[in-house]
C-alpha cells in the first residue's frame, strides 16, 4: 500500500475556502488514480473528486461540481482539492485515496479497504 499524508483541513465559515492537499508517492504518480472521499459524522462515506494520472481526467460527485477542484502538483508529488463557497453540508473528515483502477475509484466511487488511505484531515464549516 502507498503512504499517503493529507493536510490543510480546519474550521472555516460558510462561503468561505479551505484546499486540501494528499501527498503521494512519487512512483504512483503515473499509476494510480487519486480521489477524495469524505464522512461526515453519523453518515456513510462519499466520493468528492478523482483524478487519473493516464490521461488527467478529473471527475467529480454532483456534490462538488461548480465548488470543488482536484489538481495535481507533480514536482512536488501531491493532489489539491480546492474548496470554495464551502456549506455546512460539506463538513466532515476528508480523506485521499490510492487506486489503479480509474474505474471503480473515479466513476463508480467504489474505494476498497485494499486501497491505499491517508488517515484523514478534519474539515469543520461552521459560523
Known amino acids: 500500500q502507498l503512504h499517503l499524508v493529507e493536510s490543510g483541513g480546519g474550521l472555516v465559515q460558510p462561503g468561505g475556502s479551505l484546499r486540501l492537499s494528499c501527498q503521494v508517492p512519487?512512483?504512483?504518480?503515473?499509476?494510480?488514480?487519486i480521489g477524495w472521499f469524505r464522512q461526515a459524522p453519523g453518515k456513510e462515506r462519499e466520493g468528492v473528486a478523482c483524478?487519473?494520472?493516464?490521461?488527467?481526467?478529473?471527475y467529480y460527485t454532483d456534490s462538488a461540481k461548480g465548488r470543488f477542484t482536484i489538481s495535481r502538483d507533480d514536482p512536488g508529488n501531491t493532489v489539491y482539492l480546492q474548496m470554495d463557497t464551502l456549506k455546512s453540508d460539506d463538513t466532515g473528515v476528508y480523506y485521499c485515496?490510492?487506486?489503479?483502477?480509474?474505474?471503480?475509484?473515479?466513476?463508480?466511487?467504489?474505494?476498497?479497504?485494499?486501497?491505499?488511505w491517508g488517515p484523514g484531515t478534519q474539515v469543520t464549516v461552521s459560523s
Open positions: 512519487g512512483f504512483a504518480m503515473n499509476y494510480y488514480a
Open positions: 483524478f487519473s494520472w493516464n490521461d488527467a481526467m478529473t
Open positions: 485515496a490510492a487506486a489503479p483502477n480509474v474505474f471503480r475509484l473515479c466513476q463508480l466511487w467504489r474505494p476498497l479497504s485494499d486501497d491505499s
